[in-house]
Structure formats: structure tokens, C-alpha cells
């Protein structure tokens, strides 16, 4: 299928909308339920052939092993055991009072039992009403809803590639419920002092230093769909920094900048991939640079380390 197809956010914004909170309903569980990981990689989704996945947990807690999918193939939400019982419901016609009622109650005969402290949506403009009331938020487009596991699962392939050229510390390439974007995160060995007033989100989030990738499908501060790229901390003078394709650009929000490369400036390019790695280094090379890194030490061209192995690969072979 086609490269980074179109997905305008005014087209989709309803099922975007309640897709978002069924995300942080089942995300919830996943908090509650998994070993905590540094910076909270445990908390995301990763992708699967068919939708998102919460990956295994449980166990630690009591619980049984469960995974909870969302396929976005047969829009059907799976609560599923390691021993092979599963329960599943269709995503369609459901409200998010609906959905979370139906969680529950499949994890409740799985033999699930998770407590839940803020059965709320984070950082949404209802934040105050408990899942279980919102009947507001009932639109399943399924041709939207497959959409958007399509430009996600190529996105996070081409995450994967940026990856492979970097040897420090790195994130996986995850789908975040919190923000629905999908990220992939470098991290330099540099410790961040936070002022204790800093929410604990943000502090386990950005206790290192960082630069970050990733891909949002646009809300109501920036309503396109776009890649992205920060520097966290924000070194002095990063906007004025180059960036690669010339349809990117810094935006300001608040007191720091984004690196932004909207997604139909990229998918009508004649190489939408190529541009795409392209805006992600030169966002790096900007933070990075700005900061201090060693880019040279931390390069690993072709997603190798040891030089010799580098070499073979680079060299002609005794055929050619």
C-alpha cells in the first residue's frame, strides 16, 4: 500500500477522540500491571500485525499473565491468559463508558484483579470525568481506525531505522497513550537536576538528557499531522539551528521549541522515507550538537558497532 497515505485530522477527529480514551483505558491497566521500567518504558503500546499490544504482565502482582490487543484488522478489543483463554469485544458501536465496563468485566473472568488509582483520562480536556460516565465519546470509524494502525506501524519501521544509527542509550520505538503519538527517544549520560515542583511524569521522563523522534496525528495546538523532534533539556540557540527538509521548521510552544516536518509535506515528496530519516538528523545533529554530544563516537553506520564488521560490509567483495 501506499507510503504515508493521507490521514487529514478533520477527517478522523471523532474516532481519534474516543480511540484516544479506549487507549488510556486499557494503558491503565498496563500502569498498574507491569514491572515499572526507567523513563516508563513500560507503560507503552508496541506494535503487532494487527494493532497495538500492551505486551505480557501480571504475575508479579498475583495476577495471572495477561496481554490486552487492540486489532484494528477485525476491530476487536482481546484480553487474553497465558493458558490460552481469551475474551474479546467489538470495538464498534461502543461509548467509552461502554468500553471500560467491557474491560473490566473481561478481566474479571480472566481471574484479573487490578486497581486502577485514577480511572480518569490523563491530560485531556476531561480529566475530571471518570471513564465509566462518558457515553460523549462513542464514534468507531473502522476505515479510520485501520488507518491509523497503518501509518503507525510504517512510522515506527521508519523510527527503527533511525534507530539502528545511533549506539548509546536509546528508547524503544513505542506508541504512547498518554500524548497518541509514537516515539523513539536518545539519551546522553548527563544526569537532570528538576526543580522538585516538577510532576512526576515529566521528572522520570526527562531525568536524563535527551533527544526525542516521533510522530503525532495532530489536536487542537497543532492540527495537521506531523513528525517531530525535541531536545530536552533545550540547549541556548537550538532554533537557530538548520533544519532538513525545507518544509520543517521550529515551532515555539511555551518556552521551548519543537522540531516540526508536517506529514504532507513529507508523503508528496518524491522520497517520503528518505525525508523523513533526513529531518530526524538534522533535528539530532541540532540537539545533539548543541549539546555537547560526541555525534562521531555514538554513530553506528548501518546498525553496527564494531568497526572490522563495518568494514566487510562496506568493502568490495573479491567478485565485483
Not at 487490578?114 to 471518570?130: E, H, K, S, T
Not at 539519551?187 to 515529566?202: C, G, K
Not at 508536517?262 to 517520503?272: E, I, K, S, W
Amino acid at each position: 500500500m501506499e507510503l504515508f497515505p493521507p490521514i487529514p485530522l478533520a477527517e478522523w477527529r471523532d474516532t481519534k477522540e474516543t480511540l484516544h480514551r479506549f487507549a488510556q483505558v486499557v494503558g491503565k491497566v498496563r500502569l498498574a500491571a507491569s514491572v515499572r521500567r526507567n523513563h516508563w518504558w513500560n507503560v507503552p503500546y508496541h506494535l503487532t500485525g494487527r494493532g497495538i499490544t500492551t505486551r505480557p504482565m501480571g504475575q508479579i502482582d498475583g495476577n495471572p499473565i495477561f496481554t490486552i490487543d487492540f486489532d484494528f484488522v477485525g476491530h476487536q478489543l482481546i484480553v487474553a491468559r497465558l493458558d490460552g483463554m481469551t475474551v474479546s469485544f467489538p470495538l464498534s458501536s461502543m461509548s467509552v463508558a461502554s468500553f471500560h465496563k467491557g474491560v473490566m468485566a473481561a478481566l474479571e473472568a480472566l481471574g484479573v484483579r487490578v486497581d486502577i488509582d485514577n480511572p480518569r483520562p490523563f491530560d485531556l480536556p476531561d480529566a475530571d470525568r471518570p471513564f465509566s460516565e462518558d457515553t460523549e465519546h462513542a464514534a468507531y470509524d473502522p476505515e479510520h481506525a485501520t488507518r491509523y494502525w497503518q501509518v503507525l506501524s510504517q512510522v515506527a519501521l521508519v523510527l527503527e531505522e533511525f534507530a539502528a544509527r545511533f549506539s548509546g542509550k536509546v528508547s524503544p520505538v513505542h506508541h504512547f497513550w498518554h500524548t497518541f503519538d509514537i516515539a523513539h527517544t536518545r539519551f546522553s549520560e548527563r544526569r537532570i537536576d528538576q526543580p522538585p515542583q516538577i510532576d512526576p511524569v515529566s521528572r522520570e521522563a526527562y531525568s536524563r538528557e535527551v533527544v526525542s523522534f516521533g510522530f503525532w496525528f495532530g489536536d487542537d495546538s497543532f492540527a495537521e499531522p506531523a513528525f517531530y523532534s525535541y531536545t530536552a533539556p533545550e540547549p541556548a540557540q537550538l532554533a537557530e539551528e538548520p533544519l532538513r527538509p525545507e518544509a520543517a521548521q521550529w515551532v515555539a510552544r511555551g518556552d521551548s521549541h519543537l522540531a516540526v516536518l508536517p506529514y504532507d509535506a513529507a508523503r508528496t515528496r518524491p522520497d517520503p522515507r528518505a525525508s523523513v530519516l533526513d529531518f530526524y538528523e538534522s533535528a539530532y545533529r541540532a540537539g545533539a550538537g548543541r549539546a555537547g554530544w560526541d555525534i562521531d563516537r555514538l554513530a553506528c553506520p548501518g546498525g553496527m558497532t564494531d568497526p572490522l564488521l563495518r568494514f566487510r560490509a562496506t568493502a568490495p567483495s573479491a567478485h565485483e
